[in-house]
């Protein structure tokens, strides 16, 4: 009851909290605000007889009506959000994606959510009141057992795994994770989260055979890479040459042979850097080679662990060594293989200069011929010319052609004992650092006159990229004088179109250097061409055959080669005459004949 103006009125609420009396009398203040205005409006009859206190009475009523038609609308409001609400927790609540729970302290359910239900094929009525050990598999209960007990003893939030079974007596692995909190009684409850783990499960279970299996593979893998190790070492070691494994620079790996090679002891060489087994006149050489990856074969000047030099040939490429790249490189000492080889060059010349002494003993006769001819026709034209000069006084009765003739016979006279000469008794090259460029255009210079005789297009085509020769100037000379020669006399007869001939040079691989003479003549015949090189061989009425067998000889003392033959089109030939060439930075050992 509240008592205003000294009459008692029924309260319009129970005794409620500091909250609730405040809302209550925001609440009485509007409805009075409500009465007021409506008064306002619905004035009392000017005839009524009502005291004050009837009327005070009805304003309170009033007040009161509307104070409880606005409770009906709270609570219209409230009932409407309740069933939101309701709605809201059965979605997050009964529809969650993972399994919700409600446990006692002794484990029984007290309430659960449809998930879980559905997880385990079970009606969610007969789950409560059940203890949830009884959906947890016998081999697990252990696992329930020590969560329980250490959530309990705890009571911090506590997590395991463990297989739950359905009604259908399968197994599903989830995880439960738990915690501890006081119902509104007082009494301990734990709230429970199951989640359906059985995809990582499964997950985990694949990847522990992939595990497994790459496991096994890289075992197999590498015990064949052992085996294989195994079996390089024993090769390496039973091998002749030295081998050596060098990554950026740096000596990693080598066999006992190379240890030996360079005179020192097994593991010596690992570490150190490769151009300390390289004589300082070849390691700007090897370094190119290195540069260039270049995997051919190439010979270079090594350096002992005493200080002393020799030549080696080496071998590398690229390859994977222990996971990472490396420069592979076989080496062989030539010091053995270079006496050899010196020794053979000193008795092949002396064997050939042996052959030739025969030669020119054993044709002796053939030479005196050919010597004879030139030396009547000689006489014969004397003869003629002491006749004529002793009949006129002048050179207009033929005098002048018959002296021509003369000297023309006295070349071939000098040529042929020149030949002679050199073949019989050959001087020791004068070799030097040589362009085979110039020697061309010597040439050119040399012949022009007689090719503008002759009416001979003599051109030359240098390839200016090509690396020195060491040679004898005089004699690549006369080697290319000879093949010029041999190419205007088989230009002479021809159409004026055909009668060229063509010097040219090129670079043939890395240090090799190519001249060719070119003419657009009658060819060489394949009788011809068996026999191009034979002593005293030739096809000319005034030859006498020794011209290419000499620049045969001269060229393969350079180390050289000589070969001829017939063009692509038909028509002329071309001699091709190969030698070494030294590249920037070579040694000498790798270029000595």
Request: net charge negative; proline share 5%; hydrophobic share 40%.
């Amino acid at each position: 009851m509240r008592k205003e103006d000294g009459h008692a009125w029924p309260s319009s609420s129970a005794p409620a909290t500091a909250p609730e009396v405040s809302l209550g009398l925001a609440r009485r203040q509007l409805a009075e605000a409500i009465a007021v205005e409506n008064a306002a409006l619905q004035p009392y009859p000017p005839d009524a007889t009502s005291p004050a206190l009837l009327q005070a009475a009805l304003h309170e009523l009033q007040v009161h009506q509307i104070e409880l038609e606005m409770q009906n609308e709270e609570l219209r409001r409230a009932q409407t959000e309740l069933a939101a609400s309701q709605a809201l927790y059965v979605e997050l609540y009964d529809l969650a994606p993972v399994g919700y729970c409600t446990l006692s302290e002794q484990g029984v359910i007290l309430k659960i959510n449809l998930t879980l239900a559905k997880l385990l094929d079970q009606p969610r009525g007969e789950m409560v009141h059940q203890p949830l050990s009884r959906h947890v598999l016998n081999e697990d209960q252990d696992i329930y057992y020590l969560h329980r007990k250490q959530l309990l003893e705890t009571g911090q939030p506590r997590d395991c795994e463990l297989r739950l079974v359905k009604a259908d007596h399968s197994e599903i692995w989830v995880r439960l994770e738990a915690g501890i909190v006081p119902d509104a009684g007082g009494e301990l409850i734990s709230r429970v989260v199951l989640s359906d783990i059985r995809g990582r499960k499964q997950a985990d279970h694949t990847l522990r055979e992939w595990n497994q299996m790459l496991e096994h593979r890289v075992a197999e893998r590498t015990l064949e890479l052992r085996q294989s190790k195994a079996r390089f070492h024993q090769l390496a070691s039973a091998t002749f040459e030295g081998i050596a494994i060098a990554s950026g620079g740096l000596v990693i790996d080598c066999n006992d042979q190379l240890c030996a090679m360079y005179g020192c002891k097994p593991g010596e060489m690992n570490g150190r850097p490769v151009m300390d087994f390289v004589a300082p006149e070849s390691q700007a050489w090897v370094k190119e080679r290195i540069a260039q990856d270049d995997e051919s074969a190439y010979e270079c000047v090594a350096i002992r662990k005493d200080g002393t030099r020799f030549p080696a040939e080496v071998h590398a490429r690229m390859g994977t060594w222990r996971g990472q790249q490396t420069r592979i490189s076989a080496l062989r000492d030539l010091s053995e293989t270079k006496r050899v080889a010196a020794k053979l060059q000193s008795q092949q010349t002396e064997l050939e200069h042996a052959q030739r002494l025969a030669l020119v003993s054993e044709v002796s006769t053939g030479i005196i011929h050919q010597i004879g001819q030139p030396l009547c026709a000689m006489g014969a034209n004397l003869s003629v010319a002491i006749g004529k000069i002793n009949g006129c006084k002048s050179l207009a009765c033929g005098t002048h052609e018959i002296f021509q003739d003369l000297q023309f016979n006295m070349d071939c006279l000098r040529e042929a004992v020149v030949h002679l000469r050199a073949l019989a008794h050959p001087e020791q090259p004068r070799r030097v650092l040589i362009s085979v460029n110039d020697l061309a255009e010597g040439a050119l210079r040399l012949l022009r006159q007689e090719s503008e005789r002759r009416q001979i297009a003599l051109t030359v085509e240098c390839d200016h990229g090509l690396p020195p020769v060491l040679a004898d100037a005089v004699q690549l000379s006369q080697v290319i004088l000879n093949l010029v020669h041999n190419a205007f006399d088989a230009c002479a007869g021809g159409p004026p179109e055909r009668r060229t001939v063509v010097i040219s040079t090129r670079v043939l691989g890395y240090d090799r250097v190519e001249l060719s003479v070119r003419d657009r003549g009658h060819g060489i015949t394949p009788a011809v061409l068996n026999r191009l090189f034979a002593p005293f061989f030739t096809t000319k009425a005034e030859g006498i055959g020794i011209g290419l067998r000499l620049s045969q000889t001269i060229v393969e003392a350079h180390g050289g080669s000589i070969k001829g033959c017939n063009n692509a089109d038909g028509i002329g030939a071309v001699f091709r005459v190969v030698l070494p060439g030294r590249p920037a930075g070579k040694p000498d050992v790798a270029l000595s004949p």
